[in-house]
């Protein structure tokens, strides 16, 4: 079964062919320069962006892989969350294409499947619990199969990956920041009493980073020195100590928060064999490492996808939707975009396997 993955869901414009669960052939086109000049994602620009990428990213695949349009079985497209303008794009380019070709429609849940890119690289074996957190999104899930998520916990308001970019920007790093100032941290030495752990004075698994992020702003007010560097900021090799040394200090708060939340779940769900780290924030390198001892403590393993997986991308969104249609799920041509704050519909509709 050969199934088409559509990405839209903010600034990256994505399509990827996976046939029966082996990824063939993947094609992307980033947006970041352009908001760079912003500061961050400026959502009509990122519509339209998508609407001048989709046609030619599309040929170019088909270009590449050898395929073509009448060999598609299923057509998935990421649904939601994320920006409407951005979504309807994708969705309404899957449904031409359905449509036109024949091939099934099946929306995908993106923070799903975030979570099952791993097992384009490795086997994931269920129960797993899941991490996401990226730049729009931080959540704990339940993985029980492919098709069945339960959602544990969600941030309340700033995601981690929205974290690190608003402080990134605070304090004068290029967008998007969050690489860089991983980077910066890396070269650091991290103060663990210099910014409070947010949010954990509860028994729930919910995020809360605002706080954090107001901690840092009050501390860069406080000692300005900290923003006396030569810029455009490039590398991490230019920055001063005392840089470094805050963005260490920030990076482990955000990691210390994320890694107690998560293993107040793992105390919860003793059951689960794979632990799954996933979304743009899952490169983060002390978060990686962090998780692996967190994973050797709990007798399961850990699973994350490589940097260019962790990102949006279409090859996650292809495999998502290739295991539903085998499952035996689709959407109709009233499948709707649903952006950020709703919750996803449960309206696929069960038809017999295809393949």
């Known amino acids: 079964m050969l199934c088409l ?58 270009r590449r892989s050898g395929r073509s349009p009448a060999e598609l079985d299923v057509v998935a497209v990421s649904r939601g969350p994320g920006l409407l303008g951005a979504l309807l794009v994708g969705v309404a380019f899957a449904k031409g294409l359905s449509l036109g070709t024949g ?9 799903h499947a975030h979570l099952l890119a791993a097992g384009l690289e490795g086997r994931l074996a269920f129960p797993a619990l899941g991490l996401l957190v990226s730049g729009g999104h931080t959540c704990i899930y339940r993985m029980d199969s492919p098709e069945a998520f339960t959602a544990l916990g969600r941030t309340l308001d700033d995601a981690a990956g929205e974290a690190f970019d608003k402080v990134a920007k605070m304090l004068g790093l290029p967008y998007p920041g969050g690489r860089l100032l991983d980077g910066l941290a890396r070269r650091g030495r991290a103060d663990a009493a210099l910014f409070p752990r947010p949010y954990m004075d509860n028994d729930n698994l919910d995020f809360s980073f605002s706080g954090l992020k107001t901690a840092v702003g009050q501390y860069v007010a406080a000692h300005p020195d900290v923003l006396e560097f030569a810029r455009p900021l490039r590398h991490a090799d230019d920055a001063p100590a005392a840089l470094c040394d805050l963005c260490a200090s920030f990076n482990l708060a955000v990691v210390d928060t994320l890694c107690l939340k998560l293993e107040r779940a793992l105390r919860r769900h003793d059951d689960v064999r794979h632990l799954v780290l996933a979304g743009g924030v899952a490169a983060n390198s002390l978060l990686r490492a962090r998780l ?14 490589s940097p260019a997986l962790c990102t949006d991308n279409a090859a996650m969104v292809a495999y998502a939707g290739w295991h539903l249609a085998a499952a035996g799920w689709e959407h109709g041509l009233d499948c709707e975009a649903v952006p950020r704050g709703r919750a996803l519909p449960h309206d696929m509709r069960r038809v017999r396997p295809a393949g």
């Open 292 to 305: 692996e001892m967190l994973a050797r403590q709990h007798g399961c393993e850990l699973r994350m996808p």
């Open 5 to 62: 993955g559509i990405e839209s869901s903010c600034d990256e414009t994505g399509l990827a062919l996976v046939e029966d669960g082996r990824l063939v052939e993947a094609v992307l086109a980033t947006q970041a320069d352009m908001h760079g000049l912003f500061g961050g994602v400026v959502p009509e620009l990122a519509s339209r962006e998508h609407y001048r990428f989709m046609g030619p990213l599309f040929d170019e695949l088909m």
């Open 103 to 111: 091939a099934r429609l099946v929306g995908v849940n993106h923070l």
